[in-house]
């Protein structure tokens, strides 16, 4: 039997696919946010020169209040987790620390799913430190909406290889499309 | 080689018939005449005889077995050489067939692959601390499922 699977190096090989732990979740959590936070800043900046070059002579930089700030911010966050969650299951955060955001089939999360999903970590952040505790790794998110955060170490090693499926690595050697459903229906059944 | 050779022949020719002519000047006109017709029969016969004993001839091993060419680069000046050439534009022209930006875009994404994969093991790691530190104070001794192997 062959089958197509990735190169990914020995010492991931053993976590690929597998739920991702409280550390990995919390640093893409905070990429995410940095490169949300990047931008609603720039947004800022943007209509700061926009207003200026409308009307020079009555210029004030405008100072929206603490509460708009946050709304569009999670808005923006939220928008930006549901777009990327739902078209290719990682956001910028995910690639970095190669994890993917996937449902208990394995699969890329559905709209509602992941607009719900998203939702849900934007308005409880704290959520995901469930991850330290739960013993399968899913913060309350991934308990509610039967998601899980599993690590995917391909996007380390762009060249596909092809070989016979259950090589020298056994099962770790899989693509986590290959591992993640068995695996995550197996721990869903408890 | 052969066209080393030639031009070997030529002017080998050419000294040859000059030592003749100038000896000339100094014969009677029937001497003079005789050396003529044997002078035009030479003009004829050795450059061609010249041409083809040169073109039978390996002159770059003759070179190479006869001359120390070490003497020879001794005595070239390669800062005189070096005077002439115009470096800048070699320089450029040197730089122009490089891919340079290729080359730094390749190295430093090397790097950059290198620190991020060093940051995903570092995380994964922290994340099995973690897990074990919390086990540990949840008194869960079989260690938590997440860390332990999940296919059957």
């Not at chain 1, 004030?60 to 966050?77: D, E, K, N, T, Y």
């Not at chain 1, 969650?85 to 699969?107: E, K, S």
Request: proline share 4%; net charge neutral; charged share 20%.
């Amino acid at each position: 039997v062959t089958a197509t699977v990735r190169l990914v190096q020995p010492p991931v090989t053993a976590f690929q696919g597998r739920r991702a732990g409280v550390v990995t979740r919390t640093a893409v959590a905070v990429i995410d946010a940095t490169v949300v936070l990047t931008a609603v800043l720039v947004a800022y900046g943007f209509a700061i020169a926009v207003i200026f070059l409308w009307s020079p002579r009555q210029f004030r930089i405008p100072s929206p209040r603490f509460f708009v700030f946050l709304l569009v911010a999670g808005g923006l966050l939220t928008l930006y987790l549901t777009v990327c969650w739902t078209i290719t299951g990682r956001t910028y955060g995910d690639r970095v620390l190669a994890v993917r955001v996937v449902d208990r089939r394995g699969d890329v999360l559905s709209l509602g799913t992941a607009s719900l999903r998203a939702i849900f970590c934007v308005l409880v952040p704290l959520g995901l430190f469930w991850t330290a505790i739960n013993r399968h790794n899913r913060s309350l998110q991934d308990v509610l909406l039967r998601t899980s955060v599993i690590y995917d170490w391909d996007v380390a090693s762009p060249q596909p290889i092809s070989t016979s499926a259950g090589g020298e690595h056994g099962q770790a050697d899989r693509a986590p499309t290959d591992v993640a459903p068995r695996a995550l229906d197996a721990e869903h059944s408890d | 080689v052969q066209l080393r050779g030639k031009d070997f022949a030529d002017a080998l020719v050419r000294s040859g018939l000059g030592v003749v002519r100038a000896g000339l000047h100094r014969l009677d006109p029937v001497e003079q005449l005789a050396r003529q017709a044997v002078t035009a029969a030479a003009d004829a016969v050795v450059p061609a005889v010249v041409a083809e004993i040169v073109a039978r001839m390996d002159l770059t091993r003759l070179v190479q077995e006869n001359v120390d060419l070490d003497v020879l680069a001794e005595g070239i000046d390669v800062d005189a050489i070096a005077d002439r050439l115009d470096l800048l534009r070699l320089a450029r022209y040197v730089v122009d067939g490089i891919d340079l930006p290729e080359i730094i875009r390749e190295s430093s994404h090397g790097v950059t692959s290198d620190a991020v994969r060093r940051v995903r093991t570092q995380a994964i790691d922290a994340d099995q601390a973690v897990a074990r530190v919390v086990d540990r104070l949840l008194l869960r001794h079989a260690g938590s499922a997440a860390a332990n192997p999940v296919a059957p």
